[in-house]
């Protein structure tokens, strides 16, 4: 291996009659690169101020940033030639290039700043180019450099061709004033118009901090600061603490940024969201390609600084003709080449995940907006026409297929909010991994190839024989990935409309077919999980064991073919470029999953925003009136109004939204007071109206670490000892045979590096690729059962839990943990836990292997880790706090969206659509600003980690150089400590993040636990012997001075009532709204235990009984149709407990028979909400429930207003089996009189209390509350 001989300066720093023209040559390039550097860094603090604007980019400004772009790529090649060059014309070349590319990309940036915010043309860019031309001609004429013509001619061209750019104005008018957002309204869509119109946020401090401060993250510091302050006080980051966020970032702009590309591709025969999305965000993931190109070239700095190193150690300094000088100048340039890694990273990943925040913020505001006007899920899509034969030609393009809309109803929306805009906040910190990976991987084969020679290529067989193999496995992953989020949607579905109809249920006696049916569809979704998550493993050691696997074949071809001893220098720089192509290699298969659940999440949200939508409603055409009636008397028989066609049109374009229409508003009963609240409802615009404080809880959010206690609750669901035991083992062995397989290899070649070491080489990577399929096959069984067994926990608590909670919780809150935080436990924690335990494994045998070098560096690392120590103390609390406010801040967008989704139609004929976007919009960015500050303190801390990994390389490096002159230590040890030393900011960077996103992701775990510990359930389902064997066998109902509030702190609802229901009799309760009749019912139930007072069934007190044995024996009709989706044969027997016979008898005594025949049958489908029935025929399925509950019942039935809704005839329906098929005890609330007439009894309920109870011809006989009540409703007394 040759020496540096830069500039040939052993003659001297003179040449002749002057300086040697390789230093002039240094000398002016540098020169001409600072000044370039300086100047844009003062430029860019003066101009940081100033507003971007929208003016159009000139073909003269785009000649300008296309010849800074080729000017860096030249010379960056010329960089790279020379780090694999020996000769001494390579060293000076090196340095030229260098400091060209650094100088192209500070002009280049400071351009498009100039651009973006409208700037005159600065004459400094002027001059600068012509200096940089003149610096070419120069370079031309250096002898030193001809060699190199081919690139100093290139940059010569581009040089020329930029100046004459910049001398031709480029019709730029730097006008200071504000210029508009947009000019022309052409290609916008109302929500994109919209989204313009909002008001202007507060300054972020980030906007106001200067570059230095801007670059070092400094103005994320006081967040640290007062979050660690909080944490001793025992307290925590509140909402009001977090910046707002950037106007760069603010919702509406993203908003407006991808809807206006996605208008553009609605005018294309076949809309493709992904070029939206693509035009939309190319430039801002164009900015960070540079920073990421920048820092894979400086990546291989570091081997090439590592060989000289070695070489220096191995020749003993003085020996090799080499100054002692020089082997510290190459310890510096190793420190500085690893830090301005570090430095570069954290930029690239703040850039990249903020990219992602806003592409997700895009996506989720357009889905929401689309969900606003989209058609009702249930309603059935048109077919389309089968397209014409066409003759097949083999040159023609296939067209594009259209996506299959979506069908999965409000648990596919949920979905789609929760995990699918999710996908590209993951991706796009590694979208350039596209490029990154296979340029990596070049240039470590051509740095390779220039230390092993012709061996490489049998490690490049290896390759080619993993990479067919991961690409085999990636297709297949793809495809069960899709599967597995189908049937996510049809679980999550399920989820939705249980929490909707949750008091039904219960009602029922459901709650364990319920949560059977949810376990099948999770059982369903596990399973094509575990497939997923197998071949993502087998993915996983395709590309993480190759780097081993590759640099077995090498080595063995070096030794075995060529003939030749492995030395320390080879081994070690081959070593070196192996660990950087372990990340391009290791972050394939990362990157493969990224862009496949990121394809998938594109095709169901494409889907989505194609469907149909609702007509647009046309705007009035003038402020006159449009129709005005006079004295006019308006009357529909029965109430009932016919339509000439169809009417679902008009309801779901909102086509009555500007009348207020009362459809039976109050049951007849409630007349009286029905007339004072439409009075109310008219003159409401007149009023003020106070706001009505809300019940509902807010999400909880914890302060603090998570405890320890939420561990163990993770290890118990995961197999407990036994299971964590057999997988922290197969870790251990997995990294400890990589840690013996190194240090076989620094053995190996510091000895000589013979032949015969390779067999225990090779056994070290035969055991690697082993214990790495037993550490991942392991982990992912193990992750998969805590995850299953934790949403098992949290379903059966929920539908076990007291009403009280549903009353209190906002189903948004609910549905984060059963989606959000489920699917953090599915896929992220695993892999996160794991990962924490690998990384520290990793860390600690950098300190060790490090240690091997000399004990002195012990003095060392004791302040560095302490330093460690304290800024990861520092951290946590403000990652802690800003996580768990991100995910609290989520549950809110799911509550307002599934309300939203829930009111849809109101919504649509209030036009309200705006309100409910700004009212989203807010949600959301608040949580945008919580994400933004979490991702920014993983940037922060990183940038100060740096500065521990670069003492530690610097260090070894120094250290080593100098026990090297008494030859204390060897060239493999040396060669191994740097290598390790090299990794050590990486590695506590990713201690650091993944201590972070576990601390993050445990949060899901606690919330989890909190259900399934802290929710207040109910009493017990079953009580043995509690009744006799065919209770209740009567049907005797006995009420003695009931008292009953809904909750402690409420007022009571039920005051003393006093009943006695005799056997057969049927029963009828009426009252004014509000008087306590469903709380009656609830109480009859036992939905709402007692405050005082006993319920007795045949002589049993219902308080001692099991709330099944309880429920089970009473048929009830609810008001509104419970219906789940499925087939008809789950709604009415969940339970599968009875026969076809049995449910037909049932339906046709319901008079349904024929129309269930019609649909296809007891297993025809029920769409969700029981879209495909009308009302009239849900309340008729409710009807044969009761009719199959009546065969198990001993005589009671329950009917909770169950014909308000309903027709005349369909109100006689039922009443005709009820006096038919129910022989028993009838307790029914009736909001009509003439229901009632025919009944034994009536009870008048009235705050509460029961004033009246005789049969109805009794009261209607004297001036009684009933009697007036009747009159109202419109009985003849």
Not at 155 to 168: D, P, Q, R
Not at 218 to 228: E, H, S
Not at 721 to 744: C, H, K, Q, T, Y
Not at 1031 to 1043: E, S
């Amino acid at each position: 291996m040759s020496t540096v001989e830069l500039c040939n300066l052993e003659d001297g720093l003179f040449a002749g009659q002057g300086f040697n023209d390789c230093v002039v040559h240094i000398i002016l390039q540098a020169a001409v690169a600072g000044l370039a550097i300086v100047g844009v860094l003062v430029g860019l603090v003066i101009i940081r101020q100033l507003p971007r604007s929208r003016q159009p980019i000139t073909l003269v400004d785009r000649m300008r940033s296309a010849s800074c772009a080729l000017l860096f790529l030249v010379s960056l090649a010329e960089f790279v030639v020379s780090l694999t060059t020996t000769q001494v014309v390579s060293e000076t070349q090196g340095i030229g290039g260098a400091c060209i590319a650094a100088a192209a990309v500070a002009v280049g940036f400071y351009h498009q700043q100039e651009v973006h915010r409208s700037l005159s043309e600065s004459m400094g860019l002027k001059l600068w180019w012509v200096l940089a031309t003149v610096a070419q001609v120069l370079a031309i004429y250096d002898q030193k450099i001809s060699a190199a013509w081919a690139f100093k001619g290139a940059e010569l061209l581009l040089c020329l061709s930029a100046t004459a750019a910049y001398l031709v104005p480029s019709g730029r008018s730097g006008s200071t004033a504000e210029p508009p957002l947009l000019a022309e309204e052409n290609g916008i869509s109302m929500v994109g118009r919209w989204a313009r119109t909002l008001s202007a946020r507060e300054a972020s401090p980030e906007e106001q901090v200067g570059i230095l401060g801007w670059l070092a993250f400094t103005w994320f510091t006081p967040i640290v600061d007062l979050a660690f302050e909080r944490d001793k006080e025992n307290g925590k980051l509140e909402p009001t603490d977090v910046y707002p966020l950037t106007r760069k970032n603010v919702a509406q702009r993203q908003l407006e940024r991808l809807d206006r590309q996605w208008q553009v591709e609605l005018r294309k025969p076949q809309p493709a969201l992904l070029s939206a999305m693509t035009r939309g965000f190319f430039a801002e993931v164009f900015s960070t390609a540079w920073v990421k190109l920048i820092n894979d070239v400086l990546h291989f700095v570091g081997p090439f600084l590592l060989n000289r190193i070695i070489n220096f150690v191995k020749g003993t300094g003085e020996e090799a003709g080499e100054p002692l000088w020089m082997g510290y100048a190459y310890a510096v340039g190793m420190v500085l080449s690893s830090g301005a890694q570090a430095f570069l990273m954290a930029h690239y990943f703040q850039g990249g995940y903020q990219t992602g925040m806003r592409l997700r913020t895009g996506l989720i505001l357009m889905a929401y907006s689309k969900a606003l006007r989209v058609l009702p899920w249930a309603t059935p899509q048109p077919e389309e026409a089968p397209p014409e034969p066409q003759t097949r030609r083999c040159c023609k393009k296939t067209p594009k297929k259209r996506p299959t809309l979506p069908t999965g109803g409000m648990g596919q929306m949920t979905n789609i909010i929760s995990a699918d805009t999710d996908k590209f906040t993951f991706l796009m910190p590694y979208f350039n991994l596209i490029w990154s990976c296979p340029l990596q991987i070049v240039i470590c084969f051509f740095m390779l190839f220039k230390y092993v020679s012709f061996s490489l290529f049998a490690g490049v067989v290896v390759m080619i024989l993993f990479t067919i193999l991961s690409s085999t496995v990636a297709g297949k992953a793809r495809k069960i990935q899709a599967e597995a989020m189908k049937a996510k949607d049809e679980r999550l579905k399920m989820e939705v409309e249980l929490l909707k109809i949750v008091k039904i249920i219960k009602f029922y006696a459901w709650e364990l077919a319920i949560e059977d049916k949810v376990k099948e569809l999770r059982n369903k979704e596990l399973a094509l999980q575990l497939r997923y998550k197998l071949w993502n493993v087998a993915l996983f050691l395709s590309f993480s064991l190759s780097p081993v696997l590759v640099a077995l074949g090498t080595f063995a071809s070096y030794t075995l073919v060529q003939k030749r001893n492995l030395d320390a220098a080879t081994a070690f720089t081959a070593l070196s470029l192996f660990n950087i192509l372990s990340f391009p290699l290791g972050a394939m298969p990362m990157m493969a999953r990224f862009f496949m659940e990121a394809a998938v999440a594109k095709d169901r949200i494409e889907a989505f925003l194609l469907s149909p939508e609702v007509a647009p409603r046309p705007g009035a055409a003038s402020a006159g009136t449009a129709l005005e009636l006079k004295s006019s008397k308006l009357a529909w028989p029965d109430k009932t109004v016919a339509f000439s066609g169809s009417y679902e049109e008009f309801k779901r374009s909102g086509a009555v939204s500007d009348e207020v229409v009362h459809e039976d508003p109050e049951p007849e009963p409630d007349a009286a007071p029905a007339e004072e609240e439409k009075k109310e409802v008219k003159e409401a615009p007149k009023k003020e109206v106070k706001p009505v404080k809300a019940a509902a809880t807010q999400e909880e959010r914890r302060s603090g670490a998570v405890s320890w206690q939420v561990y163990l609750a993770y290890v118990k669901a995961c197999g407990g000892v036994p299971a964590v035991g057999a997988f922290l083992l197969a870790v251990a062995v997995s990294e400890g045979s990589r840690n013996f397989s190194d240090g076989w290899l620094a053995h190996w070649s510091g000895s000589g590096g013979a032949s015969d070491g390779l067999a225990i080489y090779a056994l070290a990577a035969l055991i690697c690729l082993v214990t790495g399929v037993a550490y991942s096959t392991t982990r992912v069984l193990v992750g998969q059962r805590g995850s299953r067994v934790l949403h098992e926990n949290c379903l059966h608590a929920l539908l076990r839990a007291h009403m009280s909670f549903f009353d209190l919780t906002p189903n948004g809150q609910i549905l984060n943990r059963l989606a959000e935080d489920t699917n953090i436990l599915d896929y992220n924690l695993p892999q996160t836990m794991s990962a924490n335990i690998i990384w520290f494994w990793r860390a600690a045998s950098i300190v060790v292997v490090c240690m091997m070098v000399g004990w002195y560096l012990i003095f060392l690392m004791v302040p560095m880790f302490f330093l460690y120590a304290k800024l990861a103390k520092r951290y946590l609390p403000a990652t802690r706090d800003l996580r768990r406010l991100d995910a609290a801040a989520r549950s809110p967008i799911f509550s307002h969206f599934s309300e939203s989704m829930h009111g849809v139609s109101t919504i649509r004929a209030m036009q309200q659509q705006e309100r409910c976007m700004h009212t989203n919009t807010a949600r959301l960015e608040s949580q945008m600003e919580a994400y933004y500050l979490s991702n920014t303190a993983a940037r922060w801390l990183s940038l100060r980690l740096q500065f521990n990994g670069t003492i530690l390389v610097g260090a070894v490096c120094i250290l080593g150089i100098y026990l090297s002159t008494n030859k204390q230590v060897s060239a493999g040890v040396m060669g191994l400590a740097i290598t390790y030393a090299l990794r050590l900011t990486d590695t506590l960077n990713q201690v650091n993040r993944e201590s972070a996103d576990r601390e993050t992701q445990m949060v899901s775990v606690e919330r989890v636990q909190n259900y399934v510990t802290n929710v207040k359930q109910e009493a017990a389902l079953r009580i043995p012997h509690a009744v006799p064997p065919k209770w209740p066998d009567h049907g005797n109902v006995t009420v003695d001075n009931v008292m009953m509030r809904y909750r402690e702190g409420l007022p009571i609802v039920l005051n003393g009532i006093s009943l006695n229901i005799k056997e057969r009799e049927r029963v009828g309760i009426v009252g004014r709204t509000g008087c306590g009749k469903s709380s009656f019912l609830s109480t009859l139930l036992r939905l709402v235990e007692l405050e005082a007072g006993h319920i007795t069934m045949d002589g049993v007190d219902i308080s001692n009984v099991g709330l099944h044995d309880l429920r089970e024996t009473v048929a009830m009709i609810p008001q509104d149709p419970a219906i789940l989706t499925g087939s008809v044969r789950f709604n009415l027997d969940p339970f599968g407990a009875k026969t076809d016979e049995e449910l037909w008898e049932a339906l046709e005594k319901a008079q349904l028979k024929p129309r269930v025949d019609s649909a296809g049958g007891l297993d025809s489908k029920v769409e969700e909400g029981g879209g495909n029935f009308s009302v009239g025929e849900l309340q008729l399925l409710c009807l044969s429930r009761a009719l199959l509950r009546r065969q198990e019942s001993g005589g009671l039935l329950l009917l909770d207003e169950a014909t308000s809704a309903l027709d005349a005839e369909t109100d006689q329906t039922i009443q005709k089996v009820i006096r038919s098929d129910f022989n028993c005890t009838i307790i029914t609330i009736a909001h009509r009189i003439q229901t009632l007439l025919d009944y034994d009894k009536v009870a008048v309920f009235e705050s509460g209390k029961v004033v009246e109870f005789d049969s109805p011809q009794e009261l209607l006989k004297r001036p009684s509350k009933f009697q007036a009540l009747a009159k109202e409703g419109g009985v003849a007394v």
